[in-house]
């Protein structure tokens, strides 16, 4: 039945009532239709309010993870992640999430840092114990990395070779016969992502450049919306390839330098959103991309779940340092620096009122991206799973360390040989007096709470003289455990031994320099250790200073 010209004109004017409803808000009856009957009202739109409500997918980075089961956690700040916790996290996200894709850049299974004396069997039994909880993690693709290759020769090679989580390479002879060179992955929500590596080994710059663009244009045609590199090269590298070539949603960065902090905020470079997680497993890089319409990416990252809270903790631990680094005695540098993050603080709490203001709001148009970077504090959940593999790491490499270790080392004729603390506090009381609140006198105890009382990856930093003649090994731990006067100003028995106790054949050092407190303090273990700032700590009466009367 063909539609009279009267009734177009009543459903025009029912339209343009109707819209005119709308924009106004107004709550007014619906008019009658033809023929007498009320017009039911069309259901709304559904608003989103949640990226994870839209075809999307939730990238994981981690980067330069190097077979760290846990970081060392000496120092506060490093006080975070672990392979255990890392692996119930996983679990939980992906229960609420069906599109997570985690993925690593970088050194996997080989440190950088130098094993100590006889610490090769236990760097080897901990990389083939990492390995296989990597298998149970459900990666979704590795960039292969040359320095793990390097570092760990055939072993590391022959773990990457056999172990299951995917491997990429692109452009270089690896060796490692079943790594590919990319790899496209489909999230639950339906979003094709794909994924490849960039390695330096393929050649200069330019080489680099036309490797990417080859990949990238290979992945568009397999369907991918959403390209992934996965970069060993440097930062700069990195940046310069993802500003030249076209088609790059996201870098995740590897070979991430010892110092490096947590990167808070999302930050593009070109088209693409550059991941950077600090090295060890001690954070991760998330990047939730979501379609909700095309054009260049947009930061929505203050519509992700628990951005206020985050936004909130980051703007009271800024305050709290603000108040610390505004009082008297601090360094030059830290005056100077105040400006900096006193403007830092003003622009978090913009950020925090934004993601107030976003809470519950609809989504904007747009190709949508939402960043954080997430640090596992030790008292997060574990894996028991995990768990069990790293308490059985633990026992194995232990019980090998003490057969491996054999006695300690004699003294060599001549030369200074370690006496320990007992001989130091006889003549010196005020600074035995005054080390017994040190924090270096409690660091045999922090072992003994984390169980790592045999782990050669722990014990030298934390024991005076280990594995050097006349000092320490697990047979004498006894006389040499914590970090003893002879730990920093040498071994005394030259010094015991002279008439002259401060002439230059005492053998003791009596201003330490930062040569000294670097052998423990470095940038992988103690990342903010300024020798500078820390030395004058230490110096108090009895030690460093006329004791007091």
Not at 206 to 217: D, M, N, S, T
Not at 356 to 364: C, D, F, R, T
Not at 494 to 523: E, F
């Amino acid at each position: 039945m063909h539609a009279t010209r009267s009734s177009i004109a009543v459903l025009a004017a029912v339209a343009a009532l109707a819209l005119l409803t709308a924009c106004c808000g107004r709550q007014s009856a619906p008019p009658p239709e033809p023929g007498g009957t009320v017009a039911k009202p069309a259901a709304p739109a559904q608003t989103v309010t949640s990226l994870r409500a839209l075809p999307h997918v939730t990238l994981i980075a981690l980067s330069d993870w190097q077979g760290v089961i846990k970081p060392c956690g000496c120092v506060e700040e490093l006080q975070r992640g672990g392979v255990e916790r890392i692996a119930a996290w996983l679990k939980t996200q992906r229960a609420g999430d069906d599109s997570v894709v985690v993925v690593h850049a970088g050194a996997l299974l080989s440190e950088d840092e130098a094993a100590h004396a006889g610490q090769e069997a236990q760097r080897l039994e901990r990389a083939t114990t990492f390995a296989h909880i990597l298998d149970t993690l459900d990666l979704a693709a590795v960039a292969l990395s040359a320095e793990d290759l390097k570092r760990g020769g055939e072993p590391v090679r022959a773990l990457l070779a056999k172990s299951r989580f995917p491997l990429l390479a692109h452009g270089w002879k690896s060796g490692v016969k079943r790594a590919e060179p990319r790899r496209v992955v489909t999230t639950g929500s339906g979003v094709k992502v794909g994924l490849f590596s960039l390695s330096p080994e393929t050649g200069d710059l330019a080489r680099l450049k036309a490797a990417a663009a080859e990949q990238v244009k290979l992945l568009r045609a397999e369907g991918a919306a959403v390209v992934v590199a996965l970069s060993n090269l440097d930062m700069r590298s990195s940046r310069r390839v993802a500003r030249a070539v076209q088609g790059i949603d996201a870098v995740v960065l590897g070979r991430v330098p010892p110092k490096t902090e947590p990167v808070e905020e999302a930050e593009q470079d070109g088209d693409a959103w550059m991941l950077m997680a600090p090295r060890h497993g001690a954070y991760m890089a998330t990047l939730t991309l979501a379609m909700n319409g095309e054009g260049p990416w947009r930061d929505a990252s203050a519509w992700l779940p628990g951005a206020t809270e985050r936004l909130a903790q980051r703007v009271k631990a800024l305050e709290a340092d603000l108040a610390t680094w505004r009082g008297p005695d601090q360094s030059v540098a830290t005056r100077k620096a105040l400006p900096f993050f006193e403007r830092q603080l003003k622009e978090l709490k913009r950020a925090h009122d934004k993601a107030v203001a976003a809470q519950g709001k609809p989504l904007p148009k747009g190709k949508l991206a939402g960043y954080a970077s997430v640090g596992l504090p030790w008292s997060a959940p574990t894996d028991p799973a995990v768990s069990a593999l790293v308490k059985a790491y633990d026992s194995k490499v232990g019980a090998m360390n003490v057969k491996l270790a054999g006695d300690p080392l004699p003294p060599e004729a001549g030369k200074a040989s370690y006496v320990g603390e007992a001989v130091c506090s006889a003549c010196h009381q005020p600074a035995a007096k005054w080390a017994e609140h040190d924090k270096h006198h409690h660091a045999w105890e922090t072992l003994v709470k984390a169980g790592k009382t045999k782990d050669l990856d722990c014990v030298p930093c934390h024991v005076t003289g280990w594995r050097k003649p006349g000092g320490s090994a697990f047979k004498n731990l006894e006389r040499f455990q914590r970090v003893q006067c002879e730990a920093c100003h040498g071994p005394g028995s030259l010094h015991v031994a002279a008439a002259k106790k401060t002439g230059p054949d005492s053998g003791i050092v009596r201003s330490p320099d930062a040569s000294v407190c670097g052998t423990c303090h470095t940038p992988e273990h103690a990342p903010r250790f300024s020798f500078r700032d820390y030395v004058p700590k230490l110096r108090a009466p009895g030690h460093g200073l006329p004791a007091a009367k």
